[in-house]
């Protein structure tokens, strides 16, 4: 484009996979605002530094609606417009709309009224972990706690019956991490969502309760203020969002603390401090690698970078947590720390409309854990944990654990 420098050729980032941090800190250093070869293949920019990004996520110059992507630069996993219309697809107004109403009815007495039926739900889960324990002295803590326990604290936030409450580990794998040996997957995990959510729907309206999903159906019904397909989507983003991040942040902060015996048995002494250290969680190692990707609406500058319009940007909010001009000594678990100001969650007006239950979750999660477990360890040597293999969302498949 005229005025515009040639970028520099795009280039896979592996190091995300294997070494995360250490390759945000080289990329912070060297290239701050990178271009890459993205996950879809095609290129795309990788922005680093905690102060780019954050300005990022709030400039209105950039888009999350695939139509201001350039024709052909952008692939994305397509998803039928029941799943895809979204407020992660949407500007303003549309997002203004009906991020409106999700605020209003995701309201903070709602979120409360959680706190008791998730601790509930995690005690029941530590009872069998303890009582498989007494036979073999180790667990996998991500299925036996981390994965189950927010399926059902979100079922519960949306109503869905006990009955129909399923294991969404493998619709999760088939889309963020796909198998290229097994592309069928993911086709046939988008259509069995589309038919659950679907029938979700349909279930509520015929029979609505005091839960998210009956309100919004509400307003959907009442007001004509959501299409069919937005309500649909909007159950799809709470329910397979809200799984998906919780499980990787709950699993990543057990990780943290037992790769960090003193800030584990600091939390121990004072659990007062539980609060403070869930930021801390947070900053140090987010399930979000990226932000949703945007996508410029007209050439612009990002960091000293030159980006032309309908380009695809990624934001870091992973990198923006370890970035020591914002969080000194960044690379240390210090639950002692004001990480308040971290981007796990997002900042201007995409940031996440979950964040409380994300807080109230992991603040119970592992303040339940370590209450049951005072002789938790890790089951396996460091280099043997495994990784989802995904440069997108940051999460163990398994966390095997001793006592």
Same mark, same amino acid.
């Given at each position: 484009?005229?005025?515009?420098?040639?970028?520099?050729?795009?280039?896979?980032?592996?190091?995300? *996979?294997?070494?995360?941090? +250490?390759?945000?800190?080289?990329?912070?250093?060297?290239?701050?605002?990178?271009?890459?070869?993205?996950?879809? +293949?095609?290129?795309?920019? =990788?922005?680093?530094?905690?102060? $780019?990004?954050?300005?990022?996520?709030?400039?209105?110059?950039?888009?999350?609606?695939?139509?201001?992507?350039?024709?052909?630069?952008?692939?994305?996993?397509?998803?039928?417009?029941?799943?895809?219309?979204? *407020?992660?697809? *949407?500007?303003?107004?549309?997002?203004?709309?009906?991020?409106?109403?999700?605020?209003?009815?995701?309201?903070?007495? %709602?979120? #409360?009224?959680?706190?008791?039926?998730?601790?509930?739900?995690?005690?029941?889960?530590?009872?069998?972990?303890?009582?498989?324990?007494?036979?073999?002295?180790?667990? $996998?803590?991500?299925?036996?706690?981390?994965?189950?326990?927010?399926?059902?604290?979100?079922?519960?936030?949306?109503?869905?019956?006990?009955?129909?409450?399923?294991?969404?580990?493998?619709?999760?794998?088939?889309?963020?991490?796909?198998?290229?040996?097994?592309?069928? @997957?993911?086709?046939?995990?988008?259509?069995?969502?589309?038919?659950?959510?679907?029938?979700?729907?349909?279930?509520?309206?015929?029979?609505?309760? #005091?839960?998210?999903?009956?309100?919004?159906?509400?307003?959907?019904?009442?007001?004509?203020?959501?299409?069919?397909?937005?309500?649909?989507?909007?159950?799809?983003?709470?329910?397979?969002?809200?799984? #998906?991040?919780?499980?990787?942040?709950?699993?990543?902060?057990?990780?943290? =603390?037992? %790769?960090?015996?003193?800030?584990?048995?600091?939390?121990?002494? $004072?659990?007062?401090?539980?609060?403070?250290?869930?930021?801390?969680?947070?900053?140090?190692?987010?399930?979000?690698?990226?932000?949703?990707?945007?996508f410029a609406r007209e050439d612009l500058t990002i960091g000293g970078a030159r980006v032309a319009a309908g380009e695809t940007v990624f934001l870091g909010l992973g990198s923006a947590g370890r970035d020591p001009g914002r969080f000194p000594d960044p690379d240390r678990l210090d639950i002692g720390r004001d990480a308040s100001g971290h981007l796990a969650l997002g900042h201007g007006i995409h940031h996440c409309? +979950?964040?409380?239950?994300?807080?109230?979750?992991?603040?119970?999660?592992?303040?339940?854990? @370590?209450?049951?477990?005072?002789?938790?360890?890790?089951?396996?040597?460091?280099?043997?944990?495994?990784?989802?293999?995904?440069?997108?969302?940051? +999460?163990?498949?398994?966390?095997?654990?001793?006592?």
């Amino acid at each position: 484009m005229e005025g515009m420098a040639t970028p520099a050729a795009p280039e896979p980032l592996d190091g995300l *996979m294997n070494d995360p941090y +250490g390759t945000y800190a080289q990329l912070r250093e060297t290239a701050p605002v990178r271009r890459i070869a993205g996950p879809d +293949g095609n290129p795309a920019w =990788l922005v680093t530094r905690y102060a $780019d990004v954050r300005a990022a996520l709030a400039d209105q110059h950039l888009s999350v609606d695939k139509r201001h992507a350039l024709p052909g630069s952008y692939r994305g996993f397509s998803l039928p417009p029941a799943l895809d219309a979204n *407020m992660l697809n *949407m500007d303003p107004p549309d997002h203004t709309r009906i991020r409106r109403l999700v605020v209003k009815a995701f309201t903070k007495h %709602r979120v #409360e009224s959680l706190r008791e039926p998730i601790r509930r739900t995690a005690d029941a889960l530590l009872d069998a972990i303890e009582e498989k324990a007494r036979t073999h002295g180790r667990a $996998d803590l991500v299925a036996a706690y981390a994965a189950p326990l927010p399926i059902a604290a979100i079922c519960d936030l949306l109503g869905v019956p006990a009955t129909h409450r399923i294991d969404f580990t493998a619709w999760t794998d088939a889309l963020i991490a796909p198998d290229p040996a097994r592309p069928h @997957l993911a086709k046939e995990a988008v259509v069995a969502m589309l038919g659950f959510y679907t029938g979700l729907v349909a279930d509520k309206r015929r029979q609505p309760g #005091e839960d998210l999903l009956s309100d919004l159906i509400a307003a959907r019904d009442e007001g004509d203020r959501l299409s069919e397909d937005e309500l649909t989507s909007l159950a799809f983003l709470l329910h397979f969002a809200g799984y #998906e991040n919780a499980v990787q942040l709950i699993g990543n902060a057990a990780l943290a =603390l037992l %790769r960090h015996p003193e800030q584990l048995a600091a939390l121990r002494a $004072d659990p007062a401090r539980l609060p403070g250290a869930v930021e801390e969680f947070m900053r140090y190692d987010t399930s979000a690698v990226f932000s949703i990707r945007r996508f410029a609406r007209e050439d612009l500058t990002i960091g000293g970078a030159r980006v032309a319009a309908g380009e695809t940007v990624f934001l870091g909010l992973g990198s923006a947590g370890r970035d020591p001009g914002r969080f000194p000594d960044p690379d240390r678990l210090d639950i002692g720390r004001d990480a308040s100001g971290h981007l796990a969650l997002g900042h201007g007006i995409h940031h996440c409309v +979950g964040a409380p239950l994300a807080r109230l979750e992991l603040t119970i999660a592992i303040g339940a854990l @370590l209450e049951r477990f005072p002789d938790l360890a890790l089951g396996v040597p460091e280099e043997e944990l495994r990784w989802r293999p995904s440069i997108r969302a940051r +999460g163990l498949l398994a966390l095997p654990v001793v006592f």
